[in-house]
């Protein structure tokens, strides 16, 4: 746990949190958000039905600090939405399979001192059962790492951090169903400048597991390549959802 007198000195920070039937996961996500010490912990969650806002309401009773909302799903949406009713100077969007370092608030910090007002964190994935998937992982976490610093791209799993302010004047998050990431990171390059942050986020392979490495990493190229060219995000969420 951190002292008390150094988390005084850190930026406020409010951890938004985006859900969707999350039951399976549901005891790992509350132990990871209770290790965080956020200043605001807004759960948003997209009309689940396998009882994941009570469960996290449950959890979480007493804690003035944490908030339990519910909108219409769509991890976009339900982003802003929290965004929207976060009160802390900084931001930080968190995917419910993702473990922030305990010193996740140093970037923040660090960030500030640069004069940056938005950034992201190194992507780890957390070990499997295999040893070919474990080193394919490595290798595509080295290459999310290099792309987003030097494209200042991040993806969402990277756990995307701004200044609330800043939020604010690009428009908050770009409500589309799909490349919201994207779209946020190339709407913030011009505004600000990108803090790209050693400390490493630990999220889960589990879509390359279900699907394949090879097979989900040209889907994911395709995709980008795509959306750059211009293709509309709803046109490309049809067949996202098609394919997988």
């Known amino acids: ?53 009570n469960s996290l309401k449950q959890a979480f009773a007493g ?30 969007f968190v995917h419910a399979d993702t473990l922030l370092p305990l010193n996740y608030r140093d970037a923040l910090l660090a960030a500030e001192q640069e004069s940056c007002g938005w950034g992201r964190f190194n992507l780890k994935f957390s070990p499997s059962s295999s040893t070919y998937l474990n080193k ?4 595509i976490a080295a290459f999310i790492n290099t792309r987003s610093r030097l494209t200042r791209i991040a993806t969402g799993d990277q756990a ?20 919201e990431d994207i779209e946020l990171c190339k709407r913030l390059k011009p505004m600000a400048k990108h803090y790209a942050s050693q400390l490493t986020v630990i999220t889960s392979p589990r879509r390359w597991q279900k699907k394949g490495v090879v097979s989900t990493v040209l889907l994911m190229w395709f995709m980008r390549l795509a959306y ?17």
């Not at 951090?161 to 604010?168: C, G, H, N, P, T």
């Open 1 to 53: 746990m951190q002292n008390v007198d150094k988390l005084k000195s850190l930026p406020a920070v409010s951890i938004i949190v985006p859900v969707f039937n999350e039951a399976a996961q549901l005891n790992g996500l509350i132990a990871a958000a209770s290790s965080w010490q956020a200043d605001e912990l807004i759960f948003v969650d997209g009309s689940s039905d396998d009882g994941t806002a």
């Open 63 to 92: 804690h003035d600090e944490v908030a339990v909302l519910s909108t219409t799903a769509g991890r976009a949406q339900q982003m802003q939405y929290g965004a929207e009713r976060a009160v802390c100077d900084w931001v930080l």
């Open 136 to 139: 394919a992982m490595r290798v």
């Open 160 to 179: 995307l951090f701004v200044q609330a302010e800043l939020l604010k004047r690009v428009g908050g998050l770009p409500i589309q169903p799909i490349m």
């Open 228 to 244: 750059f060219l211009g293709v509309p995000a709803a046109r490309l969420a049809k067949l996202y959802a098609n394919v997988r």
